[in-house]
């Protein structure tokens, strides 16, 4: 039997666990005090318990034991503050803060079980948590910190979420912990660059804590808290696009065939046919599934909501795991307490495992990603898609559009810079009959002849001719060169030609008539815009005016065809005496055009 203390490949050979042979005999030698005992029995009874599991256990022991070593043949209420602090003096950074947690523990299931009627651990301070390339933070509140609170509390009152809240929170107090809790006018530019700038963060972690930066110094200078911004000047890296990766339709089977029991089928099923988050998954209550229209009332970021449609296979694995169930969450937990449901976290981690066990290495938010592209594969509008998905503008939707290469596969489809071989243009050969049918090639010339006449005769005799089916036609989706707005052809040009009107002296484009008439009096001084003439169709169709519209004689309102006589005869119009125009709110436009002459009360 080779010596405890020899060595292999090198390396120094284990200390003994009491729960060896080698152990067992090694446990003479270890200090019979009272607090070794009870580390033992503690981690039993926690492994038993199945509160941790045994390896665990084994590390748990390990620090007990490593302490015990320092106050051996001693009983609990013996062991002072000053043991623990010269314990964890010889430890930094993680690992101390991690033994740190592991006494307190211990210590309480000693007073819990009646073993000990003092915890040593309540007075040694808590190591602090350490960020990589920052200070620690100092003892006591600031007057930075002071107004990060107050401005927690403000965003808060908004009803900002409590996501977006704890976001704010860890980037606030990571700019505390590397600038000081220090005055707000001794922050500068370069704290701020420094701060955005430390290792390790990826471009969209940089741009959301400038972004979340911007938006506090913008609060304290309306507040009144700071007089300088010192987030103007520091720019974050760009992020780069990536487009979405969805899964293919094997890769969802293996999937589906990956999950243990009807819930993972269900939760698998709503992100990948009803485009669901983990988020929303997670928020979704019985009480939101109306049963007689077979739809589900969806809360997604925000707590925006959505009603959705369920297809008939999520339909068919939500009522089989209901289960005749009429209250409580849709998505129940398997622990102590089945009535609760679970966190968007645990979802994704087991939508995560069970993509694993099917060999896929995707992420649980890809099966988002393939609901949204297969529905745009399929010709759905790109509107249609936004409102299933919850986006709360189209530029977030048209990510997916590029998705779909069977558009451009048509178009490179016909490049070619080579000759095609001549085995590829050769006409397929005839079919070389036996010699025992060659005979008869001319009799099944005759019957192939005479069978297509009997099938004109009866497409004639029926009235329809028969014809071959007429392919679907072709969905052809363009974007604005102005706006993000994707539609049409026909939807387009009705678009350009009403919202994006271009200014008469510099040709700069724009999205309405108001932005235009705003620009023409900061750029060009012209503080209103003549009349046009008026069109004297009053009703019917315009085709010379986008919209079908048509302007008002008096004021030169663009109005509706139909609605432009009513418009005249009914609505009162006033002349301003500052421009000679006339109005219906005559004093709106004295307000807004003239405001010296409506202070002064001329006219």
């Known amino acids: 039997m080779p010596e405890p203390t020899a060595r292999r490949r090198g390396r120094p050979a284990r200390r003994p666990t009491r729960n060896s042979p080698v152990g067992d005999l090694a446990a003479a030698y270890l200090p019979p005090g009272d607090v070794l005992a009870l580390a033992d029995a503690y981690v039993a009874e926690r492994v038993a318990a199945g509160k941790i599991t045994k390896r ?83 003892a006591g509140i600031g007057p930075l910190s002071r107004l990060v609170a107050e401005y927690r509390t403000a965003r808060r009152d908004l009803g900002l979420s409590q996501d977006s809240l704890r976001a704010d929170k860890y980037t606030l107090r990571g700019m505390i912990d590397m600038v000081g809790d220090i005055p707000v006018g ?11 700038g430390r290792p390790g963060m990826s471009p969209g972690r940089r741009r959301h804590d400038l972004s979340t930066l911007r938006m506090f110094w913008k609060w304290l200078q309306l507040e009144g808290h700071a007089a300088h911004d010192p987030t103007i000047g520091v720019t974050a890296p760009k992020e780069p ?30 992100m990948a046919q009803c485009g669901m988050r983990c988020v929303e998954i ?37 009522v089989s795991y209901l289960d005749g169930r009429q209250h409580g969450p849709l998505i129940r937990s398997k622990g102590n307490d089945p009535s609760k449901g679970i966190s968007a976290a645990h979802i994704s981690h087991l939508v995560k495992g069970w993509m694993r066990a099917a060999g896929v290495a995707e992420s649980a938010h890809s099966l988002r990603h393939t609901f949204a592209g297969g529905l745009l594969k399929a010709g759905v509008h790109v509107r249609d898609v936004q409102t299933l998905l919850g986006h709360s503008s189209l530029q977030i939707t048209s990510r997916y559009l590029p998705t779909i290469v069977g558009d451009l596969r048509d178009a490179v489809e016909g490049l070619r810079y080579t000759e095609p071989s001549p085995a590829a243009a050769a006409p397929e050969a005839a079919p070389v009959l036996p010699p025992a049918l060659d005979a008869l090639g001319p009799l099944i010339d005759t019957v192939a002849a005479l069978a297509a ?62 932005g235009r008439v705003r620009h023409r009096q900061v750029a060009h001084g012209i503080r209103h815009e003549p009349v046009p003439e008026p069109c004297e169709h009053w009703d019917g169709p315009h085709p010379h005016t986008p ?10 309102q663009r109005i509706g065809g139909p609605w432009l006589r009513g418009h005249v005869e009914d609505q009162p119009h006033e002349r301003c005496p500052d421009c000679d125009r006339s109005f219906i709110d005559l004093g709106k436009h004295r307000r807004m055009a003239h405001p010296w002459a409506a202070t002064s009360g001329r006219g």
């Open 282 to 318: 997670s928020r979704l209550e019985l009480g939101a599934v109306n049963f007689d229209e077979r739809t589900v009332l969806v809360s997604g970021k925000g707590h925006h909501q959505r009603f959705l449609p369920v297809a008939t296979e999520t339909w068919e694995a939500l």
């Open 453 to 514: 006449a009997v099938t004109r005769l009866e497409g004639r005799l029926d009235g329809r001719p028969v014809q071959p089916p007429e392919p679907a036609p072709k969905v052809e989706w363009y974007r604005c060169p102005h706006c993000p707005r994707v539609g049409q052809q026909d939807e387009l040009e009705q678009h350009i030609s009403r919202d994006h009107e271009p200014c008469p002296e510099c040709g700069r484009i724009f999205s309405s008539r108001a």
């Open 56 to 138: 665990s256990g084994a590390v748990q022991r390990s620090v007990l034991r490593r302490f015990a070593h320092t106050v051996p043949t001693r009983p609990p209420d013996d062991v002072t503050a000053a043991d623990i602090e010269a314990f964890l003096a010889a430890f930094d950074g993680r690992t101390r803060r991690d033994y740190h947690n592991r006494l307190t523990q211990f210590w309480r299931w000693l007073i819990a079980g009646g073993r000990a009627t003092v915890d040593p651990t309540a007075a040694v301070e808590r190591p602090p948590r350490r960020r990589p390339g920052v200070k620690p933070r100092p």
């Open 241 to 270: 696009r990536r487009l979405p990766r969805g899964l293919r339709t094997d890769q969802v089977l293996a999937v589906l065939a990956a999950c243990p029991d009807l819930r993972a089928r269900l939760i698998v099923l709503l």
């Open 186 to 196: 001794q922050v500068t530019r370069a704290d701020v660059a420094r701060y955005v």
């Open 547 to 556: 919209g079908g519209h048509c302007l008002c004689p008096i004021c030169g």
